[in-house]
């Protein structure tokens, strides 16, 4: 079993920058697929950025490339999410996911654990 905690959700103007952290528990951290998604009102949730078990491969949705960057510490079994020149259609709720394997989905039906969400509002 994995658990997933996300934290540092908020409130931010346009053009700002917040980071997320998901940590995990569980044996299986290091050989786990990270991702995180996000979901606004009224829509489904999607994809926006993942990290192999290493870190060294990442994807990310075209929405948020330039602008987000994944990355984890597999020492303390921290994935984050930095998050830069934000914009009102940024305003989601983040959740993050994993999954063991080698490849990165993009789609949530491919993640095995969920975290909780973290709440993210851009105003403008």
């Known amino acids: 079993q994995v658990q997933l905690v996300e934290s540092g959700g908020g409130l931010v103007q346009a053009g700002g920058s917040l980071r997320l952290s998901c940590a995990a528990s569980?044996?299986?951290?290091?050989?786990?697929?990270m991702g995180w998604f996000r979901q606004a009102p009224g829509k489904e949730r999607e994809f926006v950025a993942a990290?192999?078990?290493?870190?060294?491969?990442?994807a990310y949705a075209d929405s948020v490339k330039g602008r987000f960057t994944i990355s984890r510490d597999n020492a303390k079994s921290t994935v984050y999410l930095q998050m830069n020149s934000l914009q009102p259609e940024d305003t989601a709720v983040y959740y993050c996911?994993?999954?063991?394997?080698?490849?990165?989905?993009?789609?949530?039906?491919?993640?095995?654990?969920w975290g909780q969400g973290t709440q993210v509002t851009v105003s403008s």
């Open positions: 990290a192999s078990w290493n870190g060294r491969t990442t």
């Open positions: 996911a994993a999954v063991v394997g080698a490849l990165i989905p993009r789609t949530m039906h491919e993640y095995d654990y």
């Open positions: 569980g044996r299986t951290f290091g050989s786990n697929v």
